[in-house]
């Protein structure tokens, strides 16, 4: 017996998430550029230089997580055109 009904699994991979993601990223890099130079009594140099800092960071992190989810489908493909051959050569 559930007590608790099973909900989705929510798709984190979509637009919207990966949105807001890069919303908050660059607020809370750009945030803390404004904290240093506040702190420090500077012009506007590290609220640029973390905002680039973050932008850069991000770029990187859906690269890196593109070329993985692309890997494994490339995986998948082959295993299946491999699959597929086997079904051809036991056919014939």
Known sequence: MKLLPTQPR????DSLGLGIEV???IALFFGLGFVLDRLVG????FMILMTFVGAIGLFAKFKYRYDDRMNEL???RAAQSAAAARRKREAA
């Open 23 to 25: 919303a908050v990223i």
């Open 42 to 45: 500077t012009t506007p140099l």
């Open 74 to 76: 490339e995986a998948q």
């Open 10 to 13: 929510v798709n984190t991979e």
